[in-house]
Nanobody, 121 residues
Framework: VQLQASGGGLVQAGGSLRLSCAAS????????MGWFRQAPGKEREFVAA????????YNADSVKGRFTISRDNAKNTVYLQMNSLEPEDTAVYYC???????????????WGQGTQVTVSS
């Protein structure tokens, strides 16, 4: 599956952004989808994941209550709604596909190209 992330940009602290990740092919609904982020000089870290049906989600503690992951299987798209953004959220955000609902980076087999999110203070 090929993934294309979009929606990043520059926003002030306290603002919101919605990231989208469009998947090619007819196998999208077979995969768990996740969002990760990587700030300069830091390792890639888990943000959120969603089950194949969209019924179950799993968020990192650092974004709970602020970020919401969702998916539309009819549109082959996964979303990340980000509210109450903080400068610490500044990073390149990646979407990825896996066969299990997990936060572990190596479990994700397919990755999008990333989209930059910058939060100014």
């Amino acid at each position: 599956v090929q993934l294309q992330a979009s929606g990043g940009g520059l926003v002030q602290a306290g603002g919101s952004l919605r990231l989208s990740c469009a998947a090619s092919g007819r196998t999208f609904r077979r995969y768990v989808m996740g969002w990760f982020r990587q700030a300069p000089g830091k390792e890639r870290e888990f943000v959120a994941a969603i089950s194949r049906s969209g019924y179950s989600t799993y968020n990192a503690d650092s974004v709970k209550g602020r970020f919401t992951i969702s998916r539309d299987n009819a549109k082959n798209t996964v979303y990340l709604q980000m509210n109450s953004l903080e400068p610490e959220d500044t990073a390149v955000y990646y979407c990825a596909a896996a066969l299990e609902l997990t936060a572990i980076v190596p479990a994700y087999d397919y990755w999008g190209q990333g989209t930059q999110v910058t939060v100014s203070s």
